[in-house]
């Protein structure tokens, strides 16, 4: 049994990604169900009569004090789930040809966790869309988002699922928690789905949000300070740069610093990306002071 689980919040976009997932899900020869875990408390309602035939809808009551939801809505619809692998995907998405049967192949051969490839939904390139060696066949990541994912129950229940304590990058701290415990994740270029991300100033907010959600994995897993400025360097370059602006003062070319990163980024939109990792670093940042 393969159980494909969405969570929602308040996305009529859902309509459109229920129909794609199963007319996607009819193509496999395995069983499979799939679980809507909705915390939009009824607003979505037409959208759940639409799909009552082939949708088990599980509402997701609000947690007092408690405004962001998504690890606790994941980890109620693995426990909602019947099957030995789930699939993760997010309201809005937009699955290309084959992306299912694509991301749950790999399972036929041994292997108990898989992620897809996540792309911008818009014409222009994302800034969250992937770089090489990630969307390479057969490489290993290190970790990986959930919009796109799919295991094995059982790497779930060794792990304890999702850490509720994290508002943002749960999905993260669920990636290195498999990885500690010795569950590879496997890349699957080919299985793509497409997102629309929002607004600038909506990916900016999310990009802040970000940095603050990074200093936390990182006070959670301290054994992986060591090599941070190996594997994750944006969470000491662009807060340890904001800090040092006031040395332009002194030495007024000291922004051009920046020209490093924008010559490196310079195919992704040199702007768009160094205003997102400056405010990153700005998110590290207010982590830090408001810790």
């Not at 869309?129 to 988002?145: F, I, K, Q, V, W």
Request: aromatic residues 10%; glycine residues 8%.
């Amino acid at each position: 049994m393969i159980s494909i689980v969405v969570i929602s919040k308040d996305e009529p976009s859902l309509d459109d990604t229920l129909t794609d997932v199963r007319e996607q899900a009819l193509c496999l020869t395995e069983p499979f169900e799939i679980v809507v875990v909705d915390a939009s408390e009824g607003r979505l309602d037409f959208v759940r009569e639409q799909h009552a035939a082939t949708v088990r809808w599980i509402p997701f009551q609000p947690i007092p004090g408690v405004h962001i939801t998504i690890p606790h809505q994941r980890n109620a619809g693995v426990r909602a789930a019947t099957g030995d692998i789930i699939v993760f995907t997010d309201a809005g998405c937009t699955p290309a040809a084959d992306w299912l049967r694509r991301l749950v192949a790999p399972f036929r051969g041994g292997e108990q966790v898989t992620c897809g490839v996540t792309l911008s939904a818009r014409e222009d390139a994302g800034l969250y869309d992937p770089e090489p060696p990630a969307a390479t066949a057969g490489h290993y990541l290190l970790e990986c988002s959930t919009i796109n994912l799919a295991f094995r129950r059982m790497a779930f229940d060794a792990v304890g699922g999702f850490d509720e304590e994290f508002a943002y990058g749960s999905d993260i701290d669920f990636s290195w928690r498999l990885n500690d415990a010795g569950y590879r994740i496997l890349s699957v270029p080919e299985a793509v789905i497409r997102h629309d991300w929002g607004t600038w100033r909506r990916q900016l907010r999310r990009s802040y949000r970000y940095g603050k959600a990074r200093l936390r994995l990182y006070r959670k897993h301290r054994q992986r300070r060591r090599h941070v400025l190996r594997t994750d360097p944006m969470v000491v370059v662009y807060p340890v740069f904001l800090l040092g602006l006031p040395l332009t003062l002194v030495f007024p070319l000291y922004p051009a610093l920046l020209l490093i990163p924008a010559w490196r980024n310079r195919s992704r939109g040199v702007v768009k990306v160094l205003v997102d990792h400056l405010t990153f670093g700005l998110g590290v940042l207010a982590e830090l002071v408001g810790r």
